[in-house]
């Protein structure tokens, strides 16, 4: 009987990237999610069935389209979360929400996603706390997917000098960021240096003299980024190589989570497409 | 006008104040919620009340920091936001959070986050003052307000480009928020507006005399640099302690005290009082609104006080002839 009892109590413990360790006695069966790419991990481990809110952002996968939508990274609806009666809340560990879930004694786990080693740790910490056997599985799949997009490119296609703008203002993809680590996994050459870190906000100028001959942004921001002064005779603009994102593919280039072999594969088939069209 | 008329009238502004913290439990997430007694009572005491009462003490030591720099540099147009002590305020927040580790708020961090707060709110009016070169031109004084708010914000945004990970923590804070408000929150705000208000019903006198002219209050033989030096004090202390809790909440300092001048009838002390209940109503009614116009989404309240203030200040500007002398 006592045995009996000893396995059915059984905790789970995980410690999150705060340290903090989160107790859990069995796989919890009403998660939040306050951050899309957390979202979509929850979900490639199969268990996007036990969410039951996520914040504004999360659209993917479209299944989640009808659960309650919880507010953004700085205005979460503390009151709407509370009523959903989560028994596991997975955050950005930077959220001001945490310390407020954590009075109201919601189990809280945060995460810090900046680089691909990260969301590695990330899905297996999720495996470990949902009870998921799937993370080995689903990271295998983001690597073959890696690999495939690199064969994609063939010898004058690698190397080549890219710039990635993540927004007009303007920042740049570094080479610390997993956007940087992708390009870096396709054999690109990154023009941003490693020592300005993950994503910096640059000097356009500095863009211009690094002359690079590919240019990845958002479908959005491109008529005004031909406009900037000397930004012509960039050899990528003046050969028109640039890769434009649409929303949906913005969205799976930009979030760190399962979907990043797929973002290579749409980084590597815009090079394949744009440098044969210019050749 | 009669004593008993003006009891009267303290009575029905309690009133409205306990009607407005009750709708406050009764407006929820998802909009008007009139279930009362099916609410969770988590969420009815650990999420409503305290943000209602939260908002309710945030809104009354804005007021009375407004009556206070109304009165003490005699100029209308003087409240909190504009004489930068709130954007000072926001910048000792700003530091204080870049010190401490985020996420962690314990009641050690909250007191240093209001400390940091007030500490920073004293150096903006202070600066405001030093580069006016006083308060006797109000022109100057509100001008130079301004600026060290633009030079404070920029502060700001240079944390978060620093600190990159701080950016929701302090973003919440520049729109006004108030929906994390906690019972610790609470206790912090309503010790502060006790002190700030016997402080201010003690000082009144000098608020009384000054409002006579400064060769008149001076004929009184008040000390009256250090005690006016006092009363930035306690104005540092009142929007320090809002700010610390709920953010930058623009224009409730400055509407509160015109809304109640006809009633106070230019008494100090009843100008003082009043206008730190129609502080607190002010901002809880607006939290209200801004609970519920978008419901189930809800926008920062501090959009919500700078569109109602900022409107009422216009009206205020086109109805009188607001003096200000140059």
Known sequence: ?279 | MPKHQLYLKLLALFAVSLILIALGCVFGSTGIDWRFTEVDRTILYEIRLPRSIGAYLAGALLGLAGAIAQGLFRNPLADPYLLGSASGALLGVGIILCLSSVGEYSLVTLIGINGGAFAGALLGVLAALLLAGGYKSSLRLLLSGVVIGVIFSAANSLLTFVRPDLYQSLQSFMLGNTSLITWNANLMMGLALIISILLTLLLSPVLSALSLGENTARTLGLPLDQLRLLLIAVLALATGFAVAQTGLIAFVGLAAPHLVRHISGGRQRVQLILSSIAGGILLLGSDLLAKSIFAPLEIPVGIVTAVLGGGYLLLLLRREQIGIRK
């Open chain 1, 1 to 279: 009987m006592c045995g009996f009892l000893g396995i059915s109590i059984a905790a789970v413990e995980v410690i999150d990237d705060r340290g903090k360790t989160i107790s859990l006695a069995s796989p919890p069966q009403r998660l939040i999610s306050l951050l899309p790419s957390l979202t979509e991990s929850i979900c490639a481990l199969g268990k996007c069935n036990h969410l039951v809110g996520v914040d504004r952002f999360s659209n993917w996968p479209l299944s989640l389209q009808n659960l309650p939508k919880l507010g953004g990274m700085s205005d979460s609806n503390l009151e709407a979360i509370v009523q959903l009666k989560p028994d596991l809340v997975m955050v950005d560990k930077s959220s001001p929400i945490i310390s407020r879930l954590e009075d109201l004694r919601i189990p809280v786990m945060a995460f810090e996603i900046k680089t691909m080693a990260d969301e590695e740790r990330t899905l297996k910490k999720l495996d470990l706390a949902l009870g998921s056997k799937e993370a080995g599985r689903v990271w295998n799949q983001i690597q073959a997917e890696i690999t495939r997009a690199n064969k994609q490119l063939d010898g004058s296609q690698k190397n080549m000098r890219v710039y990635f703008e993540v927004n007009a203002a303007p920042y740049a993809a570094g080479r610390s960021s997993f956007i940087g680590e992708l390009l870096t996994r396709l054999e690109l050459n990154n023009i941003i240096p490693e020592s300005l870190g993950p994503f910096p906000k640059i000097n356009p100028e500095f863009v211009v003299q690094a002359k690079p001959q590919i240019i990845m942004l958002s479908e959005t921001g491109v008529t005004d980024m031909k406009k900037r002064p000397g930004w012509a005779d960039i050899p990528a603009v003046r050969e028109n190589r640039i890769c434009t994102f649409k929303k949906e593919q913005s969205d799976v280039i930009v979030r760190p989570g399962p979907r990043m072999g797929e973002a290579a594969l749409i980084l590597s088939q815009c090079i394949a497409e744009k440098s044969l069209s210019s050749k």
